[in-house]
């Protein structure tokens, strides 16, 4: 069984749209993740939530709106799309009982803004 | 990252040992981690460590941190070519109530060659 699961895999679309990027986490874990990788490979972190309460909320436009549904859960929403938005976002989930907070990583959704 | 830093590439042969070398800025940084990322995958956890051990060895893996001067470094021996990839350190940033952020380095490319 996949523990971290993302949908869709690859999402190409055009500037002004909106589109959503779905994240499952069957490890039981009650913290999440949204990262976005650019082109260059490089990783920052988005968004958190635990127990679906937001906790972590980088300087991220508002076109981006996470929601957490319950805690195996993550959504990503982007309003507006541009053609900057365009990387690889990956989700991520870790456990804040084992004192580890070892994060455990989707395969990653490609969005492509032409 | 601008916290985390890692030289770009490292070019091996097969059945040599391969050293990547990080640095960060977070001296409170509890854990450390080391991820590893295959072409068109997510990052799958290698291994980590507390930040109050020097060493820490798991098969063909070995860490090493040195707190002072805030360097980390994953050897591979016998480096396979299975093993090429890219390679990111990451620390964490701890939170209260038990969950942390992730700041990434810019992660190292590993080829590997016969």
């Known amino acids: 069984d996949t523990a971290v699961s993302q949908t869709p895999k690859y999402l190409v679309t055009q500037m002004g749209n909106d589109k959503s990027i779905k994240c499952e986490q069957n490890?039981?874990?009650?913290?999440m993740y949204w990262y976005k990788q650019d082109s260059k490979k490089f990783l920052k972190i988005m968004f958190s939530?635990?127990?679906?309460?937001?906790?972590i909320n980088e300087t991220v436009p508002n076109r981006f709106s996470p929601k957490s549904p319950d805690k195996a859960h993550l959504n990503l929403h982007i309003n507006s799309l541009e053609l900057g938005d365009s990387a690889v976002y990956f989700c991520?989930?870790?456990?804040?009982?084992?004192?580890?907070?070892?994060?455990?990583f989707g395969p990653g959704t490609r969005l492509t803004v032409t | 990252g601008e916290d985390v830093e890692q030289s770009l590439f490292l070019s091996v042969r097969e059945g040599d040992s391969s050293v990547i070398n990080c640095t960060y800025t977070d001296s409170s940084s509890t854990y450390l981690y080391w991820y590893k990322q295959e072409p068109g995958a997510g990052l799958q956890l290698l291994t980590y460590?507390?930040?109050?051990?020097d060493m820490k060895q798991d098969q063909r893996l070995t860490v090493l941190l040195n707190k002072k001067d805030k360097h980390l470094s994953l050897r591979i021996a016998d480096t396979q070519t299975g093993d090429s990839a890219i390679y990111f350190c990451a620390e964490s940033k701890g939170r209260s109530g038990g969950y942390n952020k992730l700041i990434f380095g810019a992660g190292t490319r590993l080829a590997v060659h016969p």
């Open positions: 939530y635990n127990n679906k309460e937001l906790i």
């Open positions: 991520a989930s870790s456990s804040s009982s084992q004192g580890r907070y070892e994060q455990y």
């Open positions: 490890l039981g874990h009650d913290t």
């Open positions: 460590i507390f930040s109050n051990m």
